[in-house]
């Protein structure tokens, strides 16, 4: 598969873990809104931040596999606004 520049998109590395952790499908939501616009949206502080889906909250795991992307493009139960949760901190 070849990037925007017409180069060959470099392969992930075995070890990759694809972000997975959102509600319903990315892109069945409204158009042009990410996941980074929807209130759903939480911040967990550790060492590092994580983005998760606050709607997908009972399949949460310390794992990569339960994280989304902010960039990803909104799904079906995206709602406008501020992130209403609280970020969560480690402590
Ligand atoms: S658009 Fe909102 S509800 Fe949908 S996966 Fe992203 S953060 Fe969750």
Redesign the pocket.
């Known amino acids: 598969m070849k990037d925007l520049f017409g180069y060959e998109a470099k392969p992930r590395g075995k070890h990759y873990v694809k972000p997975a952790?959102?509600?319903?499908p990315?892109g069945s939501?409204p158009d042009e809104?990410?996941?980074k616009d929807?209130?759903?949206?939480c911040r967990i502080r550790f060492a590092n931040t994580y983005l998760k889906?606050?709607?997908?909250r009972s399949a949460w795991t310390g794992g990569r596999k339960s994280d989304?992307l902010a960039n990803?493009p909104?799904?079906?139960?995206?709602?406008e606004g501020e992130h209403l949760q609280e970020d969560i901190q480690g402590a």
């Open positions: 952790g959102y509600v319903m990315p939501g809104k990410t996941c929807c209130k759903h949206l889906c606050g709607l997908a989304i990803s909104a799904c079906s139960k995206f709602e």
